[in-house]
Each structure stands twice: as C-alpha cells, then as structure tokens.
C-alpha cells in the first residue's frame, strides 16, 4: 500500500509541499523543521516520504537516540489530501520494519511523542502497540514499544 523512500536532493521539494489539514499544525511539525534537524542529527536519522501510487502522501523521520538508547519516530503526518486512508498505519507498519534492520544501532525499543489532543494518533499508535511510558510534559506524551 505505501512505501518510505529516503528524503534526498530528488524529492525534498515534495516533502516541503505536503500540508497539513486546518487544526493539526498543533500537533506536528511540517517536514522543513524536521529536515533542519535531519541534517544536525544526519549520523543517526533517516528522514522518508511516504509514497502511495507513486505520490509522497507523507513525512516521518526516524532517528537513533545514542544516549538512551532507543529509536524515536519523529514529525510524521499525512497531507491533509489524503488523510482517511489508512496510509498512516501502512506507514507506521513499515517504519517499525526497518527500524527492526536496526540501522544506527542495537536497541529494540521505539518511543514517539504525541500531542495529548490529538486522540486520533493516539488511537493509531496504541493499535499498533504502542503504550504510554507516564512521561511526557503539558502538551505531549511519550509511547513505546518494544520490537525484538
């Protein structure tokens, strides 16, 4: 149904064009914030767009926390365009795929954050097997889960 392909040279201007619908710029960051930090972070992330027929529909980045460590799932979102059709579960299942390669480093845990309003991600990450940890702060709480 989807596929990540590695952000590069070729496709970063999609990436800068997908939008998010009216409400849930609260909730996530567009992909150029996310791309500034891809490249401060470039030793240990992997920033993707997520194609379905040929179309990047989305954004994600995974990056590998060295100090902890683990592997966090940051920034991702769907174009408000295509929103509704599963493409973020299609999405999430093939993140937790290649972060099972483990590609930065040995650690099988996965944590993100998510906006404490935003129960549709919520919903989405908890059905995947995502809990929550009890940490967080006034707007977000962190999920994990484990994936050896």
Known sequence: MVELRAITEENFMEAFN???????????SHPIRSLAQAYVYRDQCQPFGIYAEGRMVGYVMVIYDCDVPEYDIWHMMIDASAQGRGYGGAALDEVIRYIRTKPFGDSGRVALTCNRDNAAAQR?????GFAATGNGDEDEIEMAMNVD
Do not use: H, N, S
Request: hydrophobic share 45%; glycine share 6%.
């Open 18 to 28: 997908l939008r998010l619908a009216p409400g849930q710029e609260a909730f996530v």
């Open 124 to 128: 989405l990450y908890t059905c995947k």
